[in-house]
């Protein structure tokens, strides 16, 4: 599967941004989907991730209440919604992919094998 992430931009502090991730081929529905971000100087971490049905989700805790994960499996796109973004949510943002059973969700790196080329997020502050 290959993945293309969109929807990065600057935006103050306090504003929303939408990240979308469209995917290649016809199995997406049986892949587990997931965005880390990786500050500059910093290691990649975990943002979020979301079952095969999208029935399962999983959030980092630095996120969690201010993002959501959601996907649309008939247009092959998982989508992150960014709202009250800081200043440290400033990261290049990647989409990650790796089949799974129907309600696992990965939270760590090297549990893809798919990823995006990455949509840089700056929040001013």
């Known amino acids: 599967v290959q993945l293309q992430a969109s929807g990065g931009g600057v935006v103050q502090a306090g504003g929303s941004l939408r990240l979308s991730c469209a995917a290649s081929g016809r199995t997406f529905s049986s892949y587990v989907m997931g965005w880390f971000r990786q500050a500059p100087g910093k290691e990649r971490e975990f943002v979020a991730a979301i079952s095969r049905s999208g029935g399962v989700t999983h959030y980092a805790d630095s996120v969690k209440g201010r993002f959501t994960i959601s996907r649309d499996n008939a247009k092959n796109t998982v989508y992150l919604q960014m709202n009250s973004l800081k200043p440290e949510d400033t990261a290049v943002y990647y989409c990650?992919?790796?089949?799974?059973?129907?309600?696992?969700?990965?939270?760590?790196?090297?549990?893809?094998?798919?990823w995006g080329q990455g949509t840089l997020v700056t929040v001013s502050s």
């Open positions: 990650a992919a790796d089949q799974a059973n129907a309600n696992a969700v990965f939270t760590t790196a090297l549990d893809y094998d798919y």
